[in-house]
Every structure is written in C-alpha cells, then in structure tokens.
Nanobody, 125 residues
Framework: QVRLVESGGGLVQAGDSLTLSCAAS????????MGWFRRAPEKEREFVAA????????LYADSVKGRFTISRDNAKAMVYLQMNSLKAEDTAVYFC??????????????????WGQGTQVTVSS
C-alpha cells in the first residue's frame, strides 16, 4: 500500500507564494505518475498538475499555467507544488495523488489510485 501525506498549506494574501509538499511512504516503488488536485468550496474536485517518474512529462491545468510549478524528488519519494501569484480563486483543499505502476498514465488527471488527506490553502484578497 502507498500512503501520501501533504503539508505546507496555510493562509496567505493574494499575490503571495506557497509551496506544498507531499511525502509518499509504503510501497513507493509502486508509484507511477504523481500529481495534485484541489477542491474549492461548493465546487467539484479539479486536476491541478501532474509529473511523470522521468520528470519529463508535466501537465498543468490552464487555470494555474505560468503560476504553479510541480516538481518531484524520486529519491525522497516527494512531490512538490510551488504556487506563485496566488489568487483568491486558488482557495481550496489541495490533494496529492498518484497512479499505480503499470496503470495508464492519463489516470493521473482523472482517477488516481492513491490520495492524500488534503491540506487547506486559503488566499485572502
């Protein structure tokens, strides 16, 4: 089994930056693509960003392109989300996610196999 634990959320002002971290433990050799989702109040969960094990393939939602950067440290089994120029509409619970090895990579944008418990990010305007 794989466990994902997020950290780094908090309350910031619009225009500030924040970095989220996600630590994977357990059968980390079973992890393929990793990514981030978020769920804003009264909205559905949405895909934010994803990164391949090779670090070559990176995907972003249009709403965060140019402001957010996803990175990954395979040796530490960590994935990060650097968020710059934060807006009030970025307020949400952010979830770390991962797809199991040998599963289709595109699942990272829709139906990951593993989820973290989430970390709250609140951006005041």
């Amino acid at each position: 089994q794989v466990r994902l634990v997020e950290s780094g959320g908090g309350l910031v002002q619009a225009g500030d930056s924040l970095t989220l971290s996600c630590a994977a433990s357990g059968r980390t050799d079973n992890i393929y693509y990793m990514g981030w989702f978020r769920r804003a109040p009264e909205k559905e969960r949405e895909f934010v960003a994803a990164i391949s094990p090779s670090l070559i393939s990176i995907l972003y939602a249009d709403s965060v392109k140019g402001r957010f950067t996803i990175s990954r440290d395979n040796a530490k089994a960590m994935v990060y989300l650097q968020m710059n120029s934060l807006k009030a509409e970025d307020t949400a619970v952010y979830f770390c996610a991962a797809v199991r090895r040998f599963r289709p990579s595109e699942l990272i944008t829709s139906e990951p196999d593993y989820w973290g418990q989430g970390t709250q990010v609140t951006v005041s305007s």
